[in-house]
């Protein structure tokens, strides 16, 4: 029998969405425009290292004619249990190192409670048949994410994952 010393464990990175959070809702025009839109969007990251938290938002953009029409921004805040976050730590680099398929899992999370967001404050504003097409976040994140040791909550996002629907 071989011997699996050399092996790893794997193990289990466990979390849970604490918020979902509209961030900002501006709709530019008086009456919503016929025709196609232009749809453009961006993912940010960010982290507070210390509480063992991450941010993940998406801004969204539909424009007409390069003219915008509406913008979205929905921020989910995700809280990593202790074991699975201790597991991400890369003591070479002094960082929190995210698998990319983590990394896009949570975008999935966030995108789908953008498209719910959307969804009720478009009815709410009386847009109709606004349609926000399908982000696959395997297409538009190819990497691990990087989260260094921070002393105190960050202000800003500091990881970002920019992509065109």
Not at 4 to 13: R, S, V, W
Not at 58 to 75: G, H, P, R
Not at 84 to 112: F, K, R
């Amino acid at each position: 029998m071989a011997n699996n010393q050399n092996q790893q464990k794997e193990i289990q990175i466990q979390f849970r969405l604490v918020n979902i959070e509209e961030k900002q809702f501006v709709k530019l025009c008086n009456e919503w425009p016929e025709g196609d839109m232009q749809i453009q969007n961006s993912l940010n990251y960010a982290a507070d290292t210390e509480q063992r938290v991450v941010r993940c938002t998406t801004s969204i953009e539909f424009k007409q004619n390069d003219i915008t029409q509406l913008i979205l921004k929905v921020q989910a805040i995700f809280e990593f249990e202790r074991q699975g976050w201790s597991a991400m730590y890369n003591l070479n680099e002094d960082a929190w190192i995210l698998p990319c398929g983590l990394v896009q899992h949570l975008a999935d999370i966030t995108i789908g409670a953008t498209r719910g967001v959307l969804a009720v404050r478009t009815q709410e504003n009386g847009i109709k048949n606004i349609v926000l097409p399908l982000i696959h976040p395997s297409q538009i994140i190819n990497n691990n994410l990087r989260f260094e040791r921070q002393p105190a909550a960050p202000s800003e996002e500091n990881g970002e994952v920019l992509a065109d629907a």
